[in-house]
């Protein structure tokens, strides 16, 4: 009785009802997006169930249960078993490849009964503890190769594993560790490099290499001029050609990499996010089917189950993945505005929680969960609103799926737990 | 160090999250064009047409009503023809035609319905049930065709047909929405100008359909469909019978008959000859028919009474009078010699010793030195300005008659007619820099007889005829007593309009007019014995050949009942071809049927003999020394060229009854 009392006690009840308000919102958005006029279904109603948003009531309960099974279990459980959790699931990616079932084309999926489960999410909760536990190891520093290296490894391989059994959205997630890295200590060149591949990775999409080359030799000239005299060596002015040139190839091999690599799906996807128009009837109609579900629902949008495009299938995946369109056709611009502070909230709340640990590992674990949310935050929206290729990620609580819920509300909880615990720890640092 | 790279990372999220926010707020508050997207996406609107209004005469008789007829509508996602040879056969089309409709209609939507033949008949429609199960994805819609109880009067009542690109434009232009391309407009005459009151309330309804063009159900629970509301039945002024009959006796001729009711303007009939079956311009068998009428050198599909150019010949003779009268230029029993006037008398005739007498036998010389008089009634010296300053008076009476002026009536491309005034025949005498006092009275002289740059029309000519018939005011006249019920018209067509011309000058005229018909210009078969007709023959010469035959009349003298106006082109005299056929509208007006049988059967089946001859194009006639002689003749002529269809060539011989017109100006 006196740890219940303390648990609840101690428990971060802000982001808490965030976490709440969060399934509650989405749910109701689910349910808008399946809601058919011509038969409504409730709670209660027969078929109910085989509905998404049935399901996802089932799923909801199940997290509840899944939750109060987290708050029980040691605070201590975490730390000391994350290796080996991390080692499960990455049993687990390999054994999809044995038992998985193969849904929408992927063979990521572990089926249960009547439900599936797809070990992937969950492979990013057991990433951020490896991570975690990895990091706050006395003596371990990120501007250190040997260390980079091993943290490299850790982040790697389950979306090398992910990427094998076609599960590309999922795998792209792992790229968010480096918030992570970046505030545990990874010199900011890499986050800087990363952030400029990027870039360039876009702007190699629109230009054709050679105005890149053109490009870069122009910035790169620049930089020289603008180099205080005494910074201007040969060695200096070197390594800035050098990576401007490096930085030409990566563009070139962007281009090459783009027509022989991708498959035509993909790269029909990221062509969409540079000219919408391209390829109007198949790629672009999703991007621009659900870009028309949000903009049609103006500043205060069309009301609670009145969307068309959501009702009438024009958007895709409305309960998954495309779920941000139904809120903004149905709730409008204000409808949006909530959720992205919502989110932003959360994230924020989380930032704040973490940074109050005294624990590395609870902090480096709690941006883990920063990270994670971030990116599917950032992802998910950006896509619908047309500044994100469509990569298929869920929308955190939003979204319908047993897997992604789960694998969420767990990975938020276990942060929970253990900054409840804060005070019973003692700095190790 | 920490601390910076905590805050960097709370600065990047806060940056998407604006990112984003702004994002939204320009693609849902600023960028209007997803709403419209979204409702092209799933709001199909359903347009049901109303009835168009019906079209009744002033006996309440039904001239224009509508049948039923169906259209077919294809969705190709889920048509399925197998044999499309016998779908071909039953519908009375070819192959290509079949593939291209098909194709058109994939082209504008794979799961919208598009329309693919038009108006079939309810007996076609009966015929194709049964074939129509081995069809799916075919559908039929009902829609209207427009359906005429006789032939008479199409040019007035005018024709519906598919709203042209040109009218879709203008409509753009002035921001309205109400057509479609491919919607039903009145293109002419009265289903042109009562477009509005006649096409009724287009009713809408919304339905929701899915991404697989599947309805589900309407839009809001139909709260903004509407219903159609019938287009407004028109009540005309137009008898059906004396139309009908009017018609009749037109045919294998060239011209106009517009009948007005004296007392109210209300138009009794209006013949536009040659005319055409308006069916012929209704539903399917248009396109068939309007090429070959517009294409027809006697331009059956222009509505002469309001539209023609003509002069009007000595029908002008009596304006003439009574504003002479008014002015006090001539008195009831001033008489002029055929001494002093170069316009020579046509007719052999005692002494025009009285004004009734001039009427009666359309005497020029006493017209020309009437005009005169007219004209130099005023106090300048100068000849010229004389001359300007008379013209100027004498427009501003005439003008009140409605010569060169609109008279408002509710037809499109009503014609002003002309009225020259100083600064026309200042620029017409003066080139191009308008020069003034470079003409006097000896070259306008040709209008005192109506022949001069005077330009009228059937329909102002009618009007003419119920103003002395009104002695002294009219109203305007119109072909549409009430619209969906008797009374409710223009206030401007229950305005009682003066011409500012005292009663007495009137009797004076009419007692000449009486003359004319029973003793005068008229032929025999002009006359009625029983009925007192009061007319003025007119023979208008023009450049087609064989003068215009015109004739006006009112009856009976007193309390009159009609008047009218009959055109005959090429036809010759007045009194001998255009007044007998307006004498049997008078009689089939007033008693119902004529009674004289031969006279009827002899007019109906007279014809002119009308000579389609090209003239040679107008850069040739300049090469013409005899064309430029009288230039300035043929610069009044080319625009009378718009009157009549047939041409014949430039010079024909003049007829020894031709009045001299003065060819060139005199200085």
Redesign the interface.
Known sequence: MARQEKISKNLDWITVLLFIVCVIVGWANIYAAIYN??NPLWIGDAGFFDTNAGKQLIWIGTTVLLIIAILVIDYRFYETTAFFIYGFFIFMLISVFVIGAEIKGSHSWIRIGGFQIQPAEFAKMATALALAKYVSTPMVNLSRFKDQFNVALIILIPPVLILLSKETGVALVFASFM?LL??E?LPGVYPASFLSIIILFVLSLIYPSWQIFVGLAVLSGLIIWILPRYERKTRNILMILGVAFAMGVFATGVDWAINNVLQEHQRNRIKVLIDPDFDRKKTGYNVR?A?????????IGKGYLQG??T????VPEQSTDFIFCTV??EE??AG??LV??L??SL??RV?YLA?RQKSRFARVYGYGV?SIL?FHF?VN??MT???MPVIGIPLPFFSYGGSSLWSFSILLFIFLKIDAHRSQVLSRW | MEEIRKRFIQGFFILIALIYVSRLFYLQVIDETYKLDAENNAIRKLIQVPFRGLVYDRNKKLIVSNTVVYDLYVTPKKAKVADTLRFCEIFGITRPEFDSLTHLARIYSPVRPSLMLRQLSRQDYARVQDAMVDYPGFDFQVSALRTYDSKAMANALGYVGEISPERLLKQEETGDDYYRQGDYVGVTGLERQYEEKLRGERGIKYMMVNSRGVEKGAFKNGAFDKDPIAGKNLITSIDINLQAYADSLMQHKVGSVVAIEPSTGEVLAMVSAPTYDPSLLSGRTYSKYFQTLNLNPLHPLLNRPPSAYYRPGSTFKIIQALVALQMGAISAGTGFGHGGSPINCSHNHPVASDVQKAIQYSCNPYFYQTYKRMIYKNNETNVFKKSAVGLEKWDEMVAKFGIGQSLEIDLPNEKKGKLPDVPYYDKMYGGQEKAPLRWKFSNIASNSIGEGEIIVNPLKMANVAAIIANRGWYYRPHLVKGIGKVGDIDEKYKEKISVGIDRRHFETVIGGMVAAVNNGTVSGDGRLSDIQMCGKTGTSQNRHGENHSIFIAFAPRENPKIAIAVFVENAGSGGAHAAPIASLCVEKYIKGHSDRKAIETKWMNKGYPINIIRTTPKSDNSKNPSAKKDSVVKKVDEELFLTTPQTLPLMGAEKPNTFKIPMKPKR
């Open positions: 006029p011509e918030v970046y505030r200590g089917q870009k028309i579900a949000i903009g049609s629902g103006g500043l068309t495009q009702k009438f299938d024009f903004g056709e409008g611009f949006s505005l992205v502070g989110f932003l994230l924020l930032i940074e920063v971030f950032m929206i950006g609103i047309g500044l």
